[in-house]
């Protein structure tokens, strides 16, 4: 691995692995198959974390998104944005798959996503388009609801993410950094 970024490979099978996690939780919850997308993510997050060079400060990384992730769609599910069909609820008020799709998501932080760090208003802006897209494939495939309307939804989420993504770029830069790169004092110490 190079010091300081990943490879091109590891690039290339972190965006497979995120779209197969991606595919694995929410047809898996659409279908009444629940607990699928998670079992998935956990296994591509052992082998993501056996790819990675600073394996304590990644998981800390992913535990922070699944953290944030499970509360902003709670409040999104709370303030009646998006539901869950009877088939896709396992947790409440969001679920265990959205979680899972939260740490999915986090694994390309600082792989795929490395060139996003430093850059929030681009984040904001990826974000902002790219997790309405998300949120209203899962509509289509059937693992969310929109109870106020798509257009609601749409709005709601891409305000979400707009502000949701440069965070967790942020989150992951002060975390869990590719080996290499500068890591702040106290961060260095948590790591030995």
């Known amino acids: 691995m190079t010091p300081g970024k990943p490879t091109l490979a590891h690039i290339l099978w972190n965006i497979a692995s995120i779209n197969i996690g ?10 009444g198959y629940t607990w699928l997308g998670p079992v998935f993510v956990a296994a591509l997050v052992a082998i993501h974390l056996n790819l990675i060079p600073a394996r304590r400060r990644e998981l800390a990384t992913l535990a922070a998104a699944a953290l944030f992730g499970y509360a ?8 009646g944005v ?6 896709a609820r396992v947790g409440a008020p969001s679920t265990v798959w959205m979680v899972a799709l939260w740490v999915n998501f986090a694994m390309a932080l600082n792989v795929a996503l490395h060139w996003l760090q430093h850059r929030y208003l681009l984040a904001a802006l990826l974000g902002g ?5 998300a949120y209203f494939s899962g509509t289509r ?3 969310l609801l929109a109870p106020a309307g798509i257009t609601v939804l749409l709005g709601a989420v891409a305000v979400q993410w707009a ?18 790169q500068p890591v702040p004092a106290e961060a260095a110490e948590v790591e030995r």
């Not at 991606?22 to 279908?31: E, I, K, P, S």
């Not at 902003?72 to 303030?79: C, G, P, T, Y």
């Open 22 to 31: 991606w595919f694995a939780c929410v047809l898996g919850a659409a279908n």
């Open 72 to 79: 902003i769609d709670s409040v999104m599910v709370l303030a």
């Open 82 to 87: 998006f539901d869950f069909p009877v088939q």
């Open 129 to 133: 388009i790219g997790g309405p897209v």
């Open 141 to 143: 495939f059937g693992g």
């Open 163 to 180: 502000i949701a993504t440069p965070l967790v770029v942020a989150g992951a830069a002060r975390i869990g950094r590719w080996t290499g």
